[in-house]
């Protein structure tokens, strides 16, 4: 796990199950994370005796631990993959510790996305927010504003503005698009075209000028322009 001259960032998967544990660090090392992965507590102290990770993405109990207890031990941030349902255990995971709960099953791209969030959270001071001239993009509270009025999206609207937005003024393609606002193997560029309407729509409505500040670049997808939007 040692980290390259781009600075990665270091996530450690603790994961009992050889199918998930691998289908997770696949999904992270796609957004560059330098991700290794194990199957108990005592293989991730042993990896760790000399570095500490950025972010632990761990399943919730083992024999004689639990992610939060490692997570205590390895000294940062843990996401806690826990098979109970209901409120009470997300809550209680919480409230003890926890920095963010997934709940099985889950989408890999939610999960992905929680990692980014925790992430740029520990390495700029607890970001929040994404800010591009008048409009405003809250990542945990999942919100976005508007010259500080509300403007109500869905959650896959959201996530495409933010995969728009992060950064904003490169061209997406719709395949990256498709990679970074659905769960996998779901959609298609179609899909992805209609859902960039109803959120240029949406946009526009709230005032962010025509197309919403999202341009059609020919041939190769999507783009947050800059340029367009108002002072």
Known sequence: MQATSQNPAKVLVVEPHPTLRTVLVQRLRQDGHLTAAVASPREATDLCRDQTPDLLVSAELFEQSSALRLGQQLGCPVIVLTARTGVEPT????????????????????????????LKRGRTGLQERVTVGPLEVHLLLRQVTLSEKPVELSPREFALLCALLMPPGIVRSRQELLRLAWPP??????????????????????????????????????????????S
Do not use: M
Not at 91 to 117: M, S
Not at 192 to 210: C, F, H, I, P
Not at 212 to 229: A, C, E, K, N
């Open 91 to 118: 809550v209680g995971l919480l409230d003890e510790g926890a920095d963010d709960v997934l709940r099985k099953p889950f989408g890999l791209e939610e999960l992905a996305a929680r990692c980014r969030t925790l």
């Open 185 to 230: 193997f779901s959609g298609g560029p179609r899909s992805v075209d209609t859902q960039v309407l109803t959120l240029r729509r949406k946009l526009e409505q709230a005032g962010l000028g025509d197309g919403g500040g999202i341009t059609t670049v020919r041939q190769h997808g999507y783009r947050f322009s800059l340029d367009s939007l108002p």
